[in-house]
């Protein structure tokens, strides 16, 4: 819409009133001075009045096009600084390319990455710039994307700086205003750090096990309930019991009575110890029945969140050299044997914080190597250590006990480290505090591992909550569909029975004999089609949509009916009817009774020719704890197992129509029904010998309460 002359603002640098108003005005004066001079008749001066106006307008309609093209350039200008902040923000590698696989963007991580300046990489292909394998890797990645339309995720390893790095890369179509792709966008992401970050856990997890298998004495993980989940081969050596034969069970058969066994519970093996994990020397029992005397050492281990989830016990069998040595042994010789090997990152030091000892895996996870650390202060050792741990020191000096699940740690090259950590005075002979033991155990690794196991949590229940709406929209098009079976396809159906009636009772003595069979034959058609969609609504409405009832349901008193009502209808039939009594279920009542009817109705139906005929309903155990199977066999025409797997498919049969009629949709809705119980159905049979049919559903707190 284009606005009135009059209704224009005035423009930037020019007066209010210029615009269409000052060539109006002309050409009106210029009109009374030629009728005034008799130089113009009225019409010609007219005439350049309009012309006047046209010019105003055209120039008027110019300067609004300028205004708005320079509005346009402005937020095209601005739209494309964000876009260019964002690109250039972004922590990942990230580029796009053309159809033609030219570079038209790249920010500086790809800049870095190429070891080139953008100009060097705009306008020119991975064949320009990576080498062939590489160049051919990605056209391929750029065809897959191109022809699916849809994101590619790759993991590569790329060599940056002569050093292979490992990405992972996003690849997507950017579509044009068409919807058609027009570029393609790849961003990659370094994990080599992650990567090694898992590698270095499994690793850390490794050495754990063989620092422990390592252990000279006798070493034992068991559970909070003292219940032994690991040994290692001293254990074997000292007790004379082979793994397999302790795992799993208590450590009190180790032993010597129950008061060894309750002393070290009091010492050795609760979640509140106040004091040193010192030695405690007991009294044990090996698998030969001889005893002997052991230290044994008991310490809780806790995760990083300072829950307990087990202990750790290692013994010595000091039986020998408690007869000529007990006397000299003391406390600090104890615990510095037990610093040394415990499987854990341990320092103990005296009151001036130098080092009497630390644990091998001290070692390890502060990289100290094999420097001598005896009589060095621990401050000397790690200068940046911050304040805060070392008021915890002096608390720990003064008899407290102190730790945290997880600490950082600044080291003095600026590498940073997560720790957990845990400060226990130790007390001489008189108890006095003598020292401190620290337990510090680098945890980055873990930490790491579990901030990712968390974010694939996160994809994963967005991937759940996907795929829950997906089926949600397939169970809506499959109710859909049911609604048109019923009210769709029937009226065709009941016009065809009805003009058929109608021309046999009508018309019926003009026909010859064929004629009127051929009506029959199409009322037979109408008829058998009816069938087939009452078939099909069974299958949909038992295969979706609703809620499944759960309370008992009494499969022996369903039988009963269902039999019953067989043999009012076939009174001539002679069969055996045997009905296990207490069959009782978890369950759906509509729908489990549907299911004993179809299998009884099929078992009814398969033993008509015999003479005499059996039909059994009753329950049998399963392989596993707790199962069991509900049966309904028959002694009549049976069928091929070669055909089975065709049995619970819809609208398949085994048997010919002339010789069994049905539709084929019995065995299928059994089927569904019993899936959507949550349970199993299966089938053993042979040709003449009978078939056994038979399902097993979940007890009542495993069955599902939502349909599929």
Same mark, same amino acid.
């Given at each position: 819409? %284009?606005?009135?002359?009059?209704?224009?603002?005035?423009?930037?640098?020019?007066?209010?009133?210029?615009?269409?108003?000052?060539?109006?005005?002309?050409?009106?004066?210029?009109?009374?001075?030629?009728?005034?001079?008799?130089?113009?008749?009225?019409?010609?001066?007219?005439?350049?009045?309009?012309?006047?106006?046209?010019?105003?307008?055209?120039?008027?309609?110019?300067?609004?096009?300028?205004?708005?093209?320079? +509005?346009?350039?402005?937020?095209?200008?601005?739209? !494309?600084?964000?876009?260019?902040?964002?690109?250039?923000?972004?922590?990942?590698?990230?580029?796009?390319?053309?159809?033609?696989?030219?570079?038209?963007?790249?920010?500086?991580?790809?800049?870095?990455?190429?070891?080139?300046?953008?100009?060097?990489?705009?306008?020119?292909?991975?064949?320009?710039?990576?080498?062939?394998?590489?160049?051919?890797?990605?056209?391929? &990645?750029?065809?897959?994307?191109?022809?699916?339309?849809?994101?590619?995720?790759?993991?590569?390893?790329?060599?940056?700086?002569?050093?292979?790095?490992?990405?992972?890369?996003?690849?997507?179509?950017?579509?044009? *205003?068409?919807?058609?792709?027009?570029?393609?966008?790849?961003?990659?992401?370094?994990?080599?750090?992650? $990567?090694?970050?898992?590698?270095?856990?499994?690793?850390?997890?490794?050495?754990?096990?063989?620092?422990?298998?390592?252990?000279?004495?006798?070493?034992?993980?068991?559970?909070?309930?003292?219940?032994?989940?690991?040994? /290692?081969? *001293?254990?074997?050596?000292?007790?004379?019991?082979?793994?397999?034969?302790?795992?799993?069970?208590?450590?009190?058969?180790?032993?010597?009575? *129950? *008061?060894?066994?309750?002393?070290?519970?009091?010492?050795?093996?609760?979640?509140?110890?106040?004091?040193?994990?010192?030695?405690?020397?007991?009294?044990?029992?090996?698998?030969?029945?001889?005893?002997?005397?052991?230290?044994?050492?008991?310490?809780?281990?806790?995760?990083?969140?300072?829950?307990?989830?087990?202990?750790?016990?290692?013994?010595?069998?000091?039986?020998?050299?408690?007869?000529?040595?007990?006397?000299?042994?003391?406390?600090?010789?104890?615990?510095?044997?037990?610093?040394?090997?415990?499987?854990?990152?341990?320092?103990?030091?005296?009151?001036?914080?130098?080092?009497?000892?630390? =644990? &091998?895996?001290?070692?390890?996870?502060?990289?100290?190597?094999?420097?001598?650390?005896?009589?060095?202060? &621990?401050?000397?050792?790690?200068?940046?250590?911050?304040?805060?741990?070392?008021?915890? &020191?002096?608390?720990?000096?003064?008899? #407290?006990?102190?730790?945290?699940?997880?600490?950082?740690?600044?080291?003095?090259?600026?590498? #940073?480290?997560?720790?957990?950590?845990?400060?226990?005075?130790?007390?001489?002979?008189?108890?006095?505090?003598?020292?401190?033991?620290?337990?510090?155990?680098?945890?980055?690794?873990?930490? !790491?591992?579990?901030?990712?196991?968390?974010?694939?949590?996160?994809?994963?229940?967005?991937?759940?909550?996907? !795929?829950?709406?997906?089926?949600?929209?397939?169970?809506?098009?499959?109710? =859909?569909?049911?609604?048109?079976?019923?009210?769709?396809?029937?009226?065709?159906?009941?016009?065809?029975?009805?003009?058929?009636?109608?021309?046999?009772?009508?018309?019926?003595?003009?026909?010859?004999?064929?004629? $009127?069979?051929?009506?029959?034959?199409?009322? /037979?058609?109408? $008829?058998?089609?009816?069938?087939?969609?009452?078939?099909?609504?069974?299958? =949909?409405?038992?295969?979706?949509?609703?809620?499944?009832?759960?309370?008992?349901?009494?499969?022996? +008193?369903?039988?009963?009916?269902?039999?019953?009502?067989?043999?009012?209808?076939?009174?001539?039939?002679?069969?055996?009817?045997? %009905?296990?009594?207490?069959?009782?279920?978890?369950?759906?009542?509509?729908?489990?009774?549907?299911?004993?009817? /179809?299998?009884?109705?099929?078992?009814?139906?398969?033993?008509?020719?015999?003479?005499?005929?059996?039909?059994?309903?009753?329950?049998?155990?399963?392989?596993?704890?707790?199962?069991?199977?509900?049966?309904?066999?028959?002694?009549?025409?049976?069928?091929?197992?070669?055909?089975?797997?065709?049995?619970?498919?819809?609208?398949?049969?085994?048997?010919?129509?002339?010789?069994?009629?049905?539709?084929?949709?019995?065995?299928?809705?059994?089927?569904?029904?019993?899936?959507?119980?949550?349970? $199993?159905?299966?089938?053993?049979?042979?040709?003449?010998?009978?078939?056994?049919?038979?399902?097993?559903?979940?007890?009542?707190?495993?069955?599902?309460?939502?349909?599929?």
């Amino acid at each position: 819409m %284009i606005e009135s002359p009059a209704a224009q603002p005035p423009s930037p640098g020019r007066p209010a009133g210029s615009g269409l108003r000052a060539p109006a005005g002309l050409g009106v004066l210029g009109l009374l001075l030629a009728v005034w001079h008799d130089e113009w008749s009225v019409p010609a001066a007219a005439g350049i009045v309009v012309l006047a106006l046209a010019a105003g307008l055209a120039l008027r309609i110019a300067a609004l096009e300028r205004a708005a093209r320079q +509005a346009l350039a402005a937020e095209l200008d601005e739209t !494309r600084r964000r876009l260019d902040a964002i690109i250039g923000q972004s922590p990942s590698a990230l580029s796009l390319k053309d159809l033609d696989g030219r570079y038209v963007c790249v920010n500086g991580n790809v800049e870095r990455l190429l070891q080139r300046p953008a100009a060097g990489i705009l306008g020119r292909t991975d064949s320009e710039l990576y080498l062939p394998d590489t160049a051919r890797v990605f056209r391929e &990645h750029d065809r897959q994307v191109l022809e699916t339309r849809r994101r590619h995720s790759v993991e590569e390893s790329v060599v940056v700086d002569g050093e292979p790095r490992l990405y992972i890369s996003h690849m997507f179509p950017v579509p044009d *205003a068409h919807g058609e792709p027009a570029l393609v966008c790849r961003i990659a992401l370094d994990i080599t750090e992650t $990567r090694r970050a898992q590698d270095a856990l499994v690793a850390s997890e490794a050495r754990l096990r063989a620092i422990f298998a390592g252990i000279g004495d006798a070493a034992i993980y068991c559970d909070t309930g003292r219940s032994i989940e690991l040994v /290692n081969p *001293a254990f074997t050596k000292i007790f004379g019991y082979p793994a397999q034969e302790v795992i799993g069970r208590s450590t009190a058969m180790l032993y010597a009575d *129950a *008061a060894d066994f309750e002393a070290a519970g009091r010492v050795c093996y609760h979640p509140d110890m106040d004091s040193d994990p010192l030695p405690r020397t007991l009294r044990y029992r090996r698998r030969d029945g001889s005893l002997f005397w052991s230290e044994s050492v008991g310490m809780p281990v806790r995760n990083d969140r300072d829950e307990l989830i087990g202990y750790l016990g290692v013994h010595r069998d000091v039986s020998a050299r408690l007869a000529t040595e007990r006397a000299l042994r003391d406390s600090e010789s104890r615990l510095r044997l037990f610093v040394e090997y415990a499987p854990a990152a341990l320092a103990m030091f005296d009151r001036d914080m130098r080092y009497l000892v630390a =644990s &091998h895996r001290w070692r390890q996870d502060y990289g100290l190597g094999e420097r001598p650390l005896v009589g060095v202060s &621990h401050y000397e050792v790690f200068p940046e250590i911050p304040e805060a741990w070392r008021e915890a &020191h002096r608390r720990g000096l003064a008899g #407290e006990v102190l730790g945290a699940p997880a600490d950082r740690f600044v080291r003095v090259d600026g590498s #940073e480290q997560w720790i957990r950590w845990e400060i226990r005075p130790w007390r001489d002979a008189g108890g006095a505090v003598a020292g401190i033991v620290i337990f510090a155990d680098d945890i980055s690794a873990l930490l !790491r591992a579990s901030e990712e196991v968390r974010r694939l949590n996160a994809e994963l229940e967005q991937r759940v909550e996907a !795929r829950t709406a997906e089926l949600r929209a397939v169970n809506a098009e499959l109710d =859909s569909f049911a609604y048109a079976v019923s009210h769709d396809l029937r009226a065709p159906l009941r016009a065809l029975s009805g003009f058929s009636n109608a021309l046999i009772e009508d018309y019926g003595p003009r026909l010859d004999g064929e004629a $009127r069979g051929f009506l029959g034959e199409i009322e /037979n058609a109408s $008829r058998r089609m009816a069938e087939l969609i009452d078939g099909l609504l069974v299958l =949909s409405r038992c295969s979706s949509g609703g809620t499944l009832r759960c309370e008992p349901v009494d499969l022996s +008193a369903l039988a009963a009916a269902v039999l019953a009502r067989l043999a009012r209808a076939e009174p001539q039939r002679q069969v055996e009817v045997r %009905i296990e009594p207490g069959l009782e279920v978890c369950g759906d009542p509509r729908l489990l009774g549907q299911v004993l009817e /179809n299998l009884l109705d099929n078992a009814w139906k398969y033993t008509a020719r015999q003479p005499s005929a059996t039909i059994r309903v009753y329950a049998e155990p399963g392989a596993q704890a707790g199962e069991r199977w509900i049966c309904v066999a028959d002694d009549g025409a049976g069928f091929d197992m070669a055909n089975a797997a065709r049995l619970f498919q819809p609208f398949q049969r085994l048997h010919r129509q002339a010789e069994f009629p049905g539709l084929g949709i019995g065995l299928a809705t059994v089927q569904r029904i019993v899936r959507r119980h949550g349970g $199993r159905i299966e089938a053993r049979s042979a040709p003449g010998t009978g078939a056994v049919f038979r399902f097993t559903l979940p007890e009542r707190a495993a069955l599902p309460v939502e349909a599929a």
